[in-house]
């Protein structure tokens, strides 16, 4: 027994010096460029705004550390930055539950095409990522503006019924449209990746068992592809949460969203502590949402453990 341990003891060790070798690396980024960020961040929230902008300095004539309170109270008195916080929350709620309606089908009809197009299928998924974020963003100004043969289109139907012509550019629908066209192949490729792992005998044995079409997407692939949902979900609604280019180009003023106005604190109000603050609101939704996504899961790996 004692010889038995002692051969598995050199084996555990270079055990765990080899994930450490793999995990390493990874752990080490997470923490240079987002752990210590973070705490740059929560520590700049405390401190006081610079006489040109930027930061105070930390000490101040007695050489007491000079903290203060004071860049939270605008977030919690001022209703304008916790409306523009519940809206970028409501416009990534809506990202993501178009993203997930346009994804599923799409990712099911991939995980369902012969394999011999499947990969096609997916590089034209992630085709848009070849070209430039601001000159994608860019043209959708050029769909939606107002000569565009859309708005037109829309308009002349809206005509004929007797409504009044609509404005597509610089509107929250805009911002949507912006949001949901980024952000949806992060929902395809996570639901594909699960949907094509589900076994074709599970499909089957529902058929053999009498159930329908609707019946066996609903009862089987449908619970089997939560954790692909989930994990959609989140890569979606988190960046949708604090984005601000897509809103800044297709927004206007009216379309204005949270990232933004910390990007307005930040460059050119040049009020980093009330900045950190909106920063740190926006983290913690962001962990909220995580952390919520991550206990919808549990119970479903627990099931098919």
């Avoid at 598995?8 to 987002?34: D, E, M, N, Q």
């Avoid at 550390?65 to 409306?83: C, G, M, Q, V």
Wanted: hydrophobic content about 55%.
């Amino acid at each position: 027994m004692s010889e038995a341990v002692t051969a598995i003891k050199p084996a555990s060790g270079k055990g765990g010096l080899a994930r450490w070798l793999i995990s390493g690396p990874p752990l080490l980024y997470l923490i240079v460029f987002f752990a210590v960020p973070t705490l740059i961040m929560a520590f700049a929230a405390f401190r006081f705004p610079g006489d040109y902008g930027g930061l105070a300095p930390l000490f101040d004539e007695t050489g007491a550390l000079d903290l203060t309170l004071e860049s939270f109270t605008p977030f919690f008195t001022d209703f304008i930055y916790t409306a523009i916080f519940l809206k970028s929350l409501l416009f990534a709620v809506i990202t993501t539950l178009v993203c997930l309606t346009m994804a599923y089908p799409l990712a099911l009809l991939i995980a369902r095409s012969p394999q011999k197009w499947r990969n096609l299928l997916v590089l034209l998924v992630i085709l848009p990522f070849w070209s430039n974020f601001l000159i994608r963003i860019y043209a959708w100004m050029i769909l939606l503006g107002p000569q565009s043969a859309l708005t037109r289109g829309l308009n002349a139907v809206l005509d004929v019924f007797g409504f009044e012509p609509v404005t597509l550019l610089y509107s929250a629908f805009a911002v949507i449209v912006g949001l949901v066209y980024v952000h949806l192949p992060f929902m395809v490729l996570p639901l594909y990746a699960n949907l094509e792992k589900h076994d074709p005998a599970l499909l089957d044995a529902a058929q053999d068992l009498g159930a329908g079409k609707w019946q066996t997407f609903w009862r089987v692939t449908f619970p089997l592809s939560l954790p692909g949902i989930y994990a959609g979900a989140a890569l979606v609604f988190i960046p949708a949460l604090g984005i601000f280019a897509v809103s800044d180009i297709l927004g206007g003023t009216g379309g204005i969203m949270i990232g933004n106005v910390i990007k307005q604190q930040f460059l050119d109000s040049r009020d980093w502590p009330f900045g950190s603050v909106l920063s740190i609101m926006l983290t913690v939704a962001a962990l909220a949402a995580a952390g919520f996504a991550a206990l919808l899961a549990r119970p479903r790996r627990r099931q098919h453990a």
